[in-house]
T-cell receptor
Framework: AQSVTQPDIHITVSEGASLELRCNYS??????LFWYVQSPGQGLQLLLK??????LVQGIKGFEAEFKRSQSSFNLRKPSVHWSDAAEYFC????????FGTGTRLQVFP | DVKVTQSSRYLVKRTGEKVFLECVQD?????MFWYRQDPGLGLRLIYF???????EKGDIPEGYSVSREKKERFSLILESASTNQTSMYLC??????????FGPGTRLTVT
């Protein structure tokens, strides 16, 4: 079955620390993968996407993600977190529709 | 910039009322989607549309219907609102490369 798993419900980091949010997917074909961010009370904003080619993709707001086919993973990273990055992050897999993970809430301490 | 707007940010309705949620996009996208978002469940697809007057059921269509009379407008209808339809409703339109752009959401409370 096609699915997306975000194993971490809630992550807390200090401002300036590095960040990695995990995402695992299950899909038999080449995946189209996305990361979205949702600030409180807002809709979702696309951070980055992977279709093919270079497995390290760059996105907006200084985020990047690495696709690892052998691990069925698409983890999101940022080298230095800012307080404004506090939000909920969703990984998504496109089949004939978008399948979302349940999200990871990021809290940033000053 | 792509803009997706939703008719209301907050809505309070009574059980049994008919509820209309409207979504408008300004980028001439063919594909549009309605999701509901609940804590711990992520986003779940209610209905989607690939073109005017076309609609497809998503994962949780029960209790909902949709209307797409014009390309830019996709409406979600709750025929008879129930308390278990209290949720955040998100509309999205999609580019030809599968990027979805979301509206700000409508937080619906059914009492």
């Amino acid at each position: 079955a096609q699915s997306v798993t975000q194993p971490d419900i809630h992550i807390t980091v200090s401002e300036g620390a590095s960040l990695e949010l995990r995402c695992n997917y299950s899909y038999g074909a080449t995946p189209y993968l996305f990361w979205y961010v949702q600030s409180p009370g807002q809709g979702l904003q696309l951070l980055l996407k992977y279709f093919s080619g270079d497995t390290l993709v760059q996105g907006i707001k200084g985020f990047e993600a690495e696709f690892k086919r052998s691990q069925s993973s698409f983890n999101l990273r940022k080298p230095s977190v800012h307080w404004s990055d506090a939000a909920e992050y969703f990984c998504a897999l496109n089949t004939d529709k978008l399948i979302f993970g349940t999200g990871t809430r990021l809290q940033v301490f000053p | 910039d792509v803009k997706v707007t939703q008719s209301s940010r907050y809505l309070v309705k009574r059980t049994g009322e008919k509820v209309f949620l409207e979504c408008v996009q300004d980028m001439d996208h063919e594909n549009m989607f309605w999701y509901r978002q609940d804590p711990g469940l992520g986003l779940r697809l209610i209905y989607f549309s690939y073109d005017v007057k076309m609609k497809e059921k998503g994962d949780i269509p029960e209790g909902y219907s949709v209307s797409r009379e014009k390309k830019e407008r996709f409406s979600l209808i709750l025929e008879s609102a129930s308390t278990n339809q209290t949720s955040m409703y998100l509309c999205a339109s999609e580019t030809s490369s599968y990027e979805q752009y979301f509206g700000p959401g409508t937080r619906l409370t059914v009492t």
